[in-house]
């Protein structure tokens, strides 16, 4: 099993930036696909951004695209997701994901496509 903790979320205005990062131990997540998911009280959980697991390849939602950037450093275990010129609209509780298997039987933006979750990271962009 893999255990995932995501940190780095806060209180930011909006223009601003924050790094989230994701911490992952118990497997070395090199071998998988990862995602970063936000959710708002009441919404589901929506696509955000996913890394393939060589790290060259990204896909982004379209509302982030430009802004934020996904990566990773296998060595350390870990996967970024760099937010810039943030908005209101942003506010969210961030998630890492990880997609456990070595392909995808879907598109990799559906939440459903993940089976190792964090515990998450709320990040609030005041205007």
């Known amino acids: 099993q893999v255990q995932l903790v995501e940190s780095g979320g806060g209180l930011v205005q909006a223009g601003g930036s924050l790094r989230l990062s994701c911490a992952a131990s118990g497997r070395t997540v090199g071998n998988y696909a990862m995602a970063w998911f936000r959710q708002i009280p009441g919404k589901e959980r929506d696509f955000v951004a996913a890394?393939?697991?060589?790290?060259?390849?990204?896909y982004y939602a379209d509302s982030v695209k430009g802004r934020f950037t996904i990566s990773r450093d296998n060595a350390k275990n870990t996967v970024y997701l760099q937010m810039n010129s943030l908005k209101p609209e942003d506010t969210a509780v961030y998630y890492c994901a990880a997609r456990l298997s070595a392909s995808f039987s879907g598109s990799r933006t559906d939440r459903e496509q993940y089976n190792a979750w964090g515990q998450g990271t709320q990040v609030t962009v005041s205007s």
């Open positions: 890394i393939s697991r060589s790290g060259p390849i990204t």
